[in-house]
């Protein structure tokens, strides 16, 4: 039985919890992926537990094992800025192709306040599940890495 467990300001995860979704993300979104400081901190993000804005954490289990998660930081702004940005998004591997993702993806939708952004590589096959679900290639993002 799937069950999703909703992770935000007023409802946090513990320690436990938090680690495994980070844990579950950096090893299910394998190259697409960052490190796990990265990941705990848009967690935080998402929960407040780190001065932000706020958002929400998405867990999705079979069985009480993680078959999917999700994690959206508010952006604090509207218009040409969407409010919400999906920072990242995962599949369990062995999940893949049994509608998880899209399952994942309209909960987040219904759960944001306001449109939601999200950054994919052009090499990545859950691109054609944002377009199936409404979201559009308005942009091309660059990035500028200042070293430090």
């Not at 090893?27 to 935080?44: F, P």
């Not at 090499?123 to 979201?135: S, V």
Request: proline share 3%; aromatic share 10%; charged share 25%.
């Amino acid at each position: 039985m799937e069950q999703f467990k909703i992770f935000n300001a007023v409802q946090k995860p513990d320690i436990n919890q938090k680690n495994l979704i980070a844990e579950f993300l950096f090893d299910h979104l394998e190259e697409y992926g960052d490190k796990k400081e990265d990941i705990i901190k848009a967690i935080d993000f998402s929960v407040k537990d780190s001065a932000s804005f706020g958002g929400f954490t998405l867990l999705l289990q079979e069985n009480s094992e993680p078959v999917g998660a999700v994690v959206v930081n508010q952006t604090g702004m509207s218009g040409y800025i969407p409010e919400n940005i999906l920072v990242y998004i995962a599949v369990h591997r062995n999940q893949r192709g049994k509608g998880i993702g899209k399952k994942l993806m309209k909960e987040a939708i219904r759960l944001a306040a306001g449109d939601i952004a999200l950054h994919v590589e052009s090499d990545n096959p859950a691109r054609f599940l944002y377009q199936n679900l409404g979201f559009q290639n308005k942009y091309l993002e660059m990035r500028l890495k200042k070293s430090s």
